[in-house]
């Protein structure tokens, strides 16, 4: 069980008290011995006189040691012991004795020893002779030392005993300090609970639930203050918080990659766009960003951080730098800002996608009477050829109406391609969401392809985690997957292998990979490869029977999904498509 601990006033209120009781007591210690020694002081004066008075009597020539009871008689009381020695300590008498040769040499004796030496001496000591204490006052004259004493027990020890009226006032300024400061000690721990209760409140960010109350001392304003800035520093804490939310959307949904990273080049944030223009400009996917520095096409924007970071350290403004990197058929500009903490901000703009976007649709409308017209002209043609030789023989005519069924199919298709599109286009309202499995979807895809893949020889390795859902458009999807698969199975070539993998994924984004081994493509046809109607070998093309279209769908499938597509050429050969889906 917990133990419960001491309130910190009575831990104060404790401490202060045992200090001041032993303040008090060194007082009442240092004033009793003081006054001791005052009063052994005053009683030595006293005894001293007797010592004299006894000597005064002594001097007369017709007295001696054998009549030295009547002089002591009528000088001194009953009380005092008188006690004459030789110089040598020798006791020539002792009125508390009758028989003196019984008495050791008292030169050792402490009142003796200063007689001796100082001419008088005094101590309070307990007597060897009589087993009692004695205060003992010793004078040296000439031919003896005379020692007065009283017993310490007797009536006369009051002149030892420290004065009571000290003690009192002691007493009773020492109740009045302890009670005065019993009461401030507890207001103080009224504002020490407080901050206490304040502390661990804070440490665990919780808002304050604690009643401040009116305070009439310094340290309960101070805890006042404290509880009031705490709660502004919440509030704007929040607000932060909200701004930083929103910062952070901005820049996930930004038209141009975006990174941050520590002084040390270490991964703060980073955009899917970001992620993506990476893996295109690398010549490996790139999982982790921090290696992106030690990239090739990254040397001179990491030798600008580099020199960045060695310049100046109390740099009050943020310096920056611009690269071009063309690679893949896509032209990038990078821009890089060091700022006065030597965090470093990245961002990649595909320069090109504007263009292209003007050259495309420049061309769109070309493209689609272009390949309208192919087989609206094959089934025109093959019609008059029936029409104009009515004897025209029946297999010539069945061959002839079957090539024109197949140009319909094609012009269906075709037609159901620019739809769809065209449905990209406009609005995407018109497609319903729903939880999609795209482990399930891509590996049924594969299955409905296998006849495709066994006459061709080729081979499908597939890198997708178990059960990875996301919520979108089935058919979109469906379609992304589709058409990317038969794009490998006509182009890739014979005896090759297509990868599918999901190399990552965070909160928001899934990244793909689609590649195979083939041939590849010439990089000058790398970024058009999205385009409407575009071809590489038109002739080859139209004799697989495709639309040109299947990777546009893809493109567009891929931005409804809030994502970003984008081709490249494997080191290793074939081509690789990178993706990314939102998840939601």
């Avoid at 040109?548 to 081509?575: D, P, Q, T, W, Y």
Wanted: hydrophobic share 35%; aromatic share 10%; net charge neutral.
């Amino acid at each position: 069980m917990p133990t419960s601990r001491m309130p910190f006033h009575k831990k104060l209120f404790y401490t202060i008290t045992s200090l001041f009781a032993g303040f008090v007591l060194t007082v009442f210690l240092f004033q009793y011995n003081r006054e001791k020694e005052f009063r052994k002081q005053i009683l030595n004066s006293v005894l001293q006189d007797y010592n004299s008075i006894i000597n005064k009597g002594l001097s007369d020539e017709s007295i001696t040691l054998n009549n030295v009871d009547s002089v002591i008689s009528t000088y001194t009381k009953d009380s005092v012991r008188i006690t004459i020695l030789d110089l040598l300590g020798n006791v020539l008498f002792d009125n508390g004795l009758f028989d003196v040769d019984t008495l050791k040499n008292h030169i050792s004796r402490p009142e003796i020893k200063q007689a001796l030496i100082n001419g008088a001496g005094y101590a309070l000591r307990k007597s060897e002779t009589f087993g009692k204490s004695y205060f003992y006052a010793s004078h040296k004259f000439d031919r003896y030392i005379i020692r007065t004493s009283l017993p310490f027990n007797s009536s006369r020890n009051t002149w030892l005993k420290i004065d009571s009226q000290f003690i009192y006032f002691l007493i009773i300024s020492s109740l009045l300090v302890i009670i005065t400061l019993s009461y401030f000690c507890a207001k103080l721990g009224k504002s020490i609970s407080l901050l206490q209760d304040f502390s661990e409140q804070a440490q665990q960010g919780k808002p304050l639930n604690i009643a401040l109350q009116p305070s009439d001392n310094d340290i309960g304003d101070i805890t006042s203050n404290i509880f009031r800035i705490y709660q502004y520093l919440l509030k704007t804490k929040e607000e932060l918080s909200i701004e930083k939310e929103k910062l952070l959307k901005h820049l996930q949904f930004s038209k141009e990659g975006l990174a941050i990273f520590t002084e040390n080049k270490e991964e703060i944030f980073a955009n899917n766009l970001f992620i993506q223009y990476i893996n295109i400009i690398a010549d490996r996917e790139i999982c982790s960003l921090d290696y992106i520095f030690g990239l090739p096409d990254f040397e001179k924007i990491a030798g600008f951080i580099n020199r960045a970071h060695l310049s100046d350290k109390d740099k009050k403004e943020y310096i920056n730098q611009s690269s071009y990197i063309h690679k893949n058929g896509k032209s990038f500009q990078i821009e890089c800002i060091v700022f006065q903490d030597n965090t470093i901000e990245i961002a990649i703009n595909n320069i090109t996608q504007q263009e292209e976007e003007n050259r495309l649709k420049r061309q769109l409308t070309q493209n689609i009477a272009h390949e309208l017209k192919t087989p609206v002209s094959s089934i025109q043609g093959y019609m008059e050829t029936i029409i104009s030789n009515p004897d025209l023989q029946e297999d010539k005519r069945k061959q002839f109406l079957e090539r024109c069924y197949a140009q319909t199919i094609r012009l269906t298709g075709l037609l159901h391609d620019i739809s769809l599109l065209n449905r990209l286009d406009e609005s995407n309202d018109l497609f319903d969401l729903s939880t999609v499995n795209l482990s399930y979807m891509i590996h049924d895809t594969v299955s409905e392809s296998d006849e495709k893949l066994k006459n061709r020889k080729m081979l499908v390795n597939i890198d997708i985690p178990d059960n990875l859902t996301i919520k979108g458009n089935h058919s979109l999807l469906y379609s992304i997957f589709r058409n990317l698969l038969d794009n490998a199975i006509a182009y890739a070539g014979i005896e090759t292998s297509i990868s599918i993998k999901c190399y990552r994924q965070d909160n928001d984004y899934l990244y793909f990979s689609f590649s195979d081994t083939g041939i590849g493509v010439p990089e000058e046809h790398l970024n058009r490869l999205f385009e409407r109607f575009y071809r590489i070998d038109k002739g080859r093309s139209r004799k697989l029977g495709g639309t040109g279209l299947g990777l546009a769908i893809v493109k567009n499938a891929v931005l409804f999904h809030k994502g970003e597509i984008s081709a490249k050429n494997r080191i290793s050969g074939g081509l690789e498509f990178l993706f990314t889906l939102k998840k939601s």
